[in-house]
């Protein structure tokens, strides 16, 4: 079968690999059927100094595929099951786990696709715990923006800012995978949406997908514009994922007891904070990382209802860099999609 491996920094070959065994134990084996393209991927294609694996890997941390075949004691999905594999290992006994707050996993043994081998290739052995139904009437494409980019968003919405009908969300890097979900989530729940992006043709996108003002992060000053709409009060939340270059001005843009809930720091990791800033006007910020099982299927619940992601491209598995160094340059408004 294929299987699309990283052997190097920026090294990736297409390989014929052995088929896997019957799936054992508790195991199903998933046909792959599309994949979507992070940041993650981008990172670990490059070559991080501080993960731990081994190579050749097999690459992709975003997913969804088909049941081909159950494991003695598999119960839980069958046959031409439609599913979404959770894109970390986790223990599942940890109390993280017992309560359903996987991506606090106590165990985990890491991360798909970066860590261990991921799901660019045909067929894989996957543990059926870590599973999430795909709704049927949502296309491959579609569906394989749910495991990270939708669960991400519906993390970060709701487990932690608790985003409210009603509310004013600033929402940065309208052109990116979580950017144009959340614009299309807040917008459906009812909010107004400040959308910034780098260039007048990605903010004239995000205005097509609803949101309510833009504004070009690279002539305007965004905290400006963020209070002059709000009244000089300030927005109720920030969706920050850029880091460095905007944490200041995104802090900012709060209201009094406003809400920052970041999940990314691409252009940088560190950035200074006015504390005095943060204790007196009481503001709150929420550091997010990935989601929980139940975020994929609130994700895949949305999507039935007619709110799907935003694909930029589409591509087959055999030019899978090509979308890496699309994503790597910004060329892209949206998720890039992978196909098998």
């Not at 970390?88 to 081998?117: I, P, Q, S």
């Not at 709704?135 to 491959?140: A, H, Q």
């Not at 260039?199 to 833009?214: F, I, Q, T």
């Not at 598995?317 to 408004?333: A, H, I, N, Q």
């Amino acid at each position: 079968m294929r299987a699309l491996r990283l052997h190097g920094d920026r090294d990736l070959r297409l390989d014929t690999v052995d088929a896997p065994a019957p799936p054992g134990p508790g195991q199903v084996q998933v046909r792959m059927r599309a994949m979507a393209l992070n940041h993650i991927d981008v990172w670990g294609w490059r070559g991080m100094a501080f993960a731990k694996r081994d190579l050749p890997l097999a690459v992709g941390a975003e997913a969804v595929g088909e049941v081909v075949a159950t494991g003695p004691g598999a119960t839980r999905w069958k046959i031409g099951d439609r599913v979404a594999p959770y894109g970390a290992l986790t223990c599942g006994v940890c109390k993280a786990c017992r309560a359903g707050r996987d991506n606090l996993c106590e165990d985990v043994r890491g991360v798909m696709g970066f860590h261990v081998d991921g799901f660019a290739r045909d067929l894989a052995n996957l543990d059926e715990r870590l599973m999430v139904a795909v709704p049927d009437g949502i296309s491959w494409e579609d569906a394989a923006c749910g495991p990270i980019t939708f669960s991400t968003v519906e993390h970060m919405l709701f487990d932690n800012a608790k985003l409210e009908h009603g509310e004013t969300i600033l929402i940065h890097a309208a052109g990116s995978g979580i950017g144009t979900v959340a614009i299309r989530i807040a917008k459906d729940l009812g909010c107004t949406v400040i959308a910034t992006a780098g260039d007048d043709e990605k903010c004239a996108k995000a205005r097509d997908l609803g949101a309510d003002h833009v504004v070009n992060y690279s002539t305007q000053n965004f905290p400006t514009v963020a209070r002059r709409i709000t009244g000089k009060k300030g927005v109720d939340v920030v969706f920050e994922h850029v880091g460095a270059t905007t944490w200041s001005g995104s802090l900012l843009s709060l209201r009094m007891g406003g809400r920052l809930v970041t999940c990314g720091s691409t252009s940088g990791v560190s950035a200074e904070t006015n504390l005095m800033m943060l204790f007196q006007r009481q503001l709150r910020i929420f550091g997010s990382f990935g989601a929980a099982m139940r975020n994929i299927a609130d994700g895949y619940a949305k999507m039935t209802r007619g709110i799907l992601p935003v694909v930029d491209t589409v591509v087959p598995l055999e030019r899978f860099t090509e979308g890496l160094e699309r994503l790597e340059s910004r060329r892209v408004f949206g998720k890039i999609v992978v196909t098998l």
